[in-house]
Antibody, heavy 118, light 108 residues
Framework: EVQLVESGGGLVQPGESLRLSCAAS????????MAWVRQAPGKGLEWVGR??????????EYAPSVRGRFTISRDDSQNLVYLQMNSLKTEDTAVYYC?????????WGQGTLVTVSS | EIVLTQSPGTLSLSPGETATLSCRAS???????LAWYQQKSGQVPRLLMF???RRATGIPDRFSGSGSGTDFTFTISRLEPEDFAVYYC?????????FGQGTKLEIK
């Protein structure tokens, strides 16, 4: 059974940093691209970015709203994917979902809430 | 970046009726790589359709999708109480994915 479990969310002040983790199991993690999607309270879904696999150089893509502030990385030996979030803004407040990318996003974690507030 | 516009914003129907949702892209969606998700309140989005018209595993045939290029349609026949939720389209045909803003399907 595919499982994705996010952790690391919490309350931070504007300008601070936070790193989210996602632990994957139930599939060959190294074979897949992994992505992050977020959802602000009461709002829709927003694609944040993805990281490709080793064959594709672990390259990443980001949404314009987070490019330059967020970085996605992965550790294939531990089946982990990370979202490093720097210079956080109040508008980054959202539930952050880790997803597996099979072209479309087929499996999702339960999400972790990040609140950016002073 | 491809912008997806869903309509209507809210759709009010009764159980047993047919729901028709639209997703329009600002530019061509390569290979018709368009997916649909259902999200119920407080829950994680669930994949329903991919490739515009292919049902995900376990999705009943009451759910169907069609379209190509920039115009896509998602249809739910014989609405059941558990179908009332928010539906999102996702384009995955470009390097940077994007979601529509969602259509809320509510009970009339």
């Amino acid at each position: 059974e595919v499982q994705l479990v996010e952790s690391g969310g919490g309350l931070v002040q504007p300008g601070e940093s936070l790193r989210l983790s996602c632990a994957a199991s139930g599939f060959t993690f190294s074979d897949y691209y992994m992505a992050w999607v977020r959802q602000a309270p009461g709002k829709g879904l927003e694609w944040v970015g993805r990281i490709r696999d080793k064959i594709n150089g672990y390259t990443a893509e980001y949404a314009p709203s987070v490019r330059g502030r967020f970085t996605i990385s992965r550790d294939d030996s531990q089946n982990l994917v990370y979202l490093q979030m720097n210079s956080l803004k109040t508008e980054d407040t959202a539930v952050y979902y880790c997803t597996r990318e099979s072209w479309y996003l087929d499996y999702w974690g339960q999400g972790t809430l990040v609140t950016v507030s002073s | 970046e491809i912008v997806l516009t869903q309509s209507p914003g809210t759709l009010s129907l009764s159980p047993g009726e047919t729901a028709t949702l639209s997703c329009r892209a600002s530019q061509n969606v390569n290979n018709n790589y368009l997916a649909w998700y259902q999200q119920k309140s407080g829950q994680v989005p669930r994949l329903l359709m991919f490739g515009a018209s292919r049902r995900a595993t376990g999705i009943p045939d009451r759910f169907s999708g069609s379209g190509s290029g920039t115009d896509f349609t998602f249809t739910i026949s014989r609405l059941e109480p558990e179908d009332f939720a928010v539906y999102y389209c996702l384009q995955y045909g470009s390097a940077r994915y994007s979601f529509g803003q969602g259509t809320k399907l509510e009970i009339k």
